[in-house]
Antibody
Framework: QVHLQESGPGLVMPSGTLPLTCAVS?????????WTWVRRTPGAGLEWIGE???????NYNPSLEGRVTLSVDKSKNQFSLKLDSLTAADTAMYYC??????????????????WGQGALVTVAS | SYELTQPPSVSVSPGQTARITCSGD??????VSWYQQRPGQSPMVVIF???KRPSGIPGRFSASNSGDTATLTISGTQPMDEADYYC?????????FGTGTKVTVL
């Protein structure tokens, strides 16, 4: 069974940086899936933050590009998120997620099949 | 940027059918997946690749996608289906979630 577990600070200062790590068990991070971060802000819906492939290739949400960096650590079977220049609007539950890769002739069909339990992050002084 | 629009809420009586729509420009040309999020829990996929159910998802969940609209249908809705539901699609290599629909089973 695949298991993902987020870790990181629960409280961060405005204008600071949020570091989150996701430890993966039950699957190798070096496989063919994409490793993803999704957040849910209070009173709002889900927001896709970005994804990283084992090769280090990344795709980011344009609304966050410039502030977010994703990376993988194959030796530890984990991947990480770094979000800069934090504001109160970044207060959210952050989920790390496995995106199962599906290859089709009609574009991307990847879907999110395993989710972590979530890490609640509050941006406040 | 690409947007997916869902109704904020849907109410349904137990045993009846709930339909949740997801609208986006030429959405029928993209693959859609659907996620259920119960209060206090992480989201869970209930439909992927437009109409496929992962193992363990009950047969009362079905979906379709054509034109500008994808639809998730819950037949014989049960109280345990009360949750937030989100559609999701890809705009090239960017993931996009719908605005979300709260399903209330009255």
């Amino acid at each position: 069974q695949v298991h993902l577990q987020e870790s990181g600070p629960g409280l961060v200062m405005p204008s600071g940086t949020l570091p989150l790590t996701c430890a993966v068990s039950g699957d190798s991070i070096s496989g063919t899936n994409w490793w993803t971060w999704v957040r849910r802000t209070p009173g709002a819906g889900l927001e896709w933050i970005g994804e990283v492939y084992p090769s280090g290739s990344t795709n980011y949400n344009p609304s966050l590009e410039g502030r977010v960096t994703l990376s993988v650590d194959k030796s530890k079977n984990q991947f990480s998120l770094k979000l800069d220049s934090l504001t109160a609007a970044d207060t959210a539950m952050y989920y790390c997620v496995r995106a199962r890769s599906l290859h089709t002739n009609m574009g991307r069909a990847n879907f999110f099949d395993y989710w972590g339990q979530g890490a609640l992050v509050t941006v406040a002084s | 940027s690409y947007e997916l629009t869902q109704p904020p809420s849907v109410s349904v009586s137990p045993g009846q059918t709930a339909r949740i729509t997801c609208s986006g420009d030429t959405l029928g040309n993209k693959y859609v997946s659907w996620y259920q999020q119960r209060p206090g829990q992480s989201p869970m996929v209930v439909i992927f690749q437009d109409d496929k159910r992962p193992s363990g998802i009950p047969g009362r969940f079905s979906a379709s996608n054509s034109g500008d609209t994808a639809t998730l249908t819950i037949s014989g809705t049960q109280p345990m289906d009360e949750a937030d539901y989100y559609c999701q699609a890809w705009d090239y290599n960017t993931g996009v979630f719908g605005t979300g629909t709260k399903v209330t089973v009255l």
